[in-house]
């Protein structure tokens, strides 16, 4: 195990509405980043926290948006949902913003249908 | 633009043979590469990574990949196989963004080892 939890496990919303999806990361661990993974993709990367600041994002739209907390834990917010947001989530935190030199490590991730 | 790629959706090997899965990369300056592994219902699980130095690299579960600069290239490699290597892998590069480094994941590769 990762030591990363992330909840729920599976959620289901319908089109238009907003959803709230939590992270908790490894002991000790100041990063935390955001990935979706489409059916049959790899993981897309959404954004960045380090130190409870956005630190980088990918190319999604604004309605998606994150906070971390000052443990370090993280919350992923989706609002206006859409279909193609149907995805799992994922959530990683490692040590450092340097994703490059700092292994990430992983949750189970949140399934997320949208009806 | 920077980019991974997993030409095969789908390796299949039989147990006790070596394995192979393949991964080209397009990155400015020098890539920092990775590769993980998912298994269902799992979250993404560090296998091994390049920074610099020594062209092969030895990971987890008896993994090891090679770097090969001049044709982009990061396989993916073991010398026996087994059953419960069975899974889904992604290979990453790093990518410049902003203030931050994010990962960039490829398609993903299934692996079946047949007993």
């Known amino acids: 195990e990762t030591g990363v939890t992330q909840s729920p496990t599976h959620l289901i919303k319908t089109r238009g509405q907003q959803v709230t999806l939590r992270c908790s990361s490894q002991s000790g661990h100041n990063t935390v980043s955001w990935y979706q993974q489409a059916l049959g993709q790899g993981p897309q990367f959404i954004f960045q926290?380090?130190?409870?600041?956005?630190?980088g994002r990918g190319n999604f739209p604004p309605r998606f948006s994150g906070l971390q907390f000052p443990n370090y834990s993280s919350e992923l917010n989706v609002n206006a949902l859409e279909l193609d947001d149907s995805a799992l989530y994922l959530c990683?935190?490692?040590?450092?913003?340097?994703?490059?030199?700092?292994?990430?490590?992983f949750g189970a991730g949140t399934r997320l249908s949208v009806l | 633009a920077q980019s991974v790629a997993q030409p095969e959706d789908q390796v299949n090997v039989a147990e006790g043979n070596p394995l192979t899965v393949k991964c080209t990369y397009s990155?400015?300056?020098?890539?920092?590469l990775f590769w993980y592994v998912q298994y269902p219902n799992r979250g993404l699980q560090f296998l091994l990574k390049y920074i610099t130095g020594d062209n092969l690299v030895k990971g987890s579960y008896g993994f090891e990949a090679e770097f090969n600069k001049s044709q982009t290239s990061f396989h993916l490699k073991k010398p026996s196989a087994l059953v419960s290597d069975s899974a889904l892998y992604f290979c990453?590069?790093?990518?410049?963004?902003?203030?931050?480094?994010?990962?960039?994941f490829g398609s993903g590769t299934r692996l079946s080892i047949r007993p």
């Open positions: 990453a590069v790093r990518a410049l963004y902003s203030s931050a480094s994010k990962i960039i």
């Open positions: 990155v400015s300056g020098n890539p920092y």
């Open positions: 926290y380090y130190r409870e600041e956005e630190n």
């Open positions: 990683a935190s490692s040590l450092g913003a340097q994703l490059a030199k700092n292994i990430q490590y």
